[in-house]
């Protein structure tokens, strides 16, 4: 069985859903934002401040591409992830690409309780991150959109994305 990558933006519920996937369908799951914490011994915040968002891009994808080999994987990646170096052509041609797709207005009632963990959020008025979100996802989107499948992140969760990928005969 091959991997599967959950993409989307901040606050689409990659992590929660991904959690009820992997336990649904047994596969290991990773977050990869947790997974490169532990690897470089620094959150997020620490990385962008002390060593640049380069390095953490750099650092980001090198732990994506070290999954190649596994499987039965349900991977969630950080929303940059699919955007940066080739990692999203990487993504599709090492698995099953999901994208959880959300509109900017529910993004960012679900950021704006947690903007201060997140180092591209921090600082910003709700209004801010609103207009934040609005562009990001508009120079994002194009790459989100390459996803081998696309589905709806309002009211997702495991049980629904196990349907979706049978239906898909993915699983
Ligand atoms: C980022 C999203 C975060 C994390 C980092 C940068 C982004 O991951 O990787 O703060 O560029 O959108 P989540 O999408 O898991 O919050």
Known sequence: MANIFLIGFMGSGKSTVGKQLAYLLQYDFIDLDEYLQKQEGATITQLFEEKGESYFREQ?????????????????????????????KWMNENGTTVYLKAVPKLLADRLKKEKDHRPLLRGKSNDEVIDFINQKLGEREKFYLSAKIIVDAVSLNGKKLVHELKVRNII
């Open 60 to 88: 980001e994808s090198q732990y994506l591409k070290s999954f190649h080999a596994s499987e039965k994987l349900v991977l969630s990646t950080g929303g940059g992830a699919p955007c940066f170096f080739d990692n999203m």
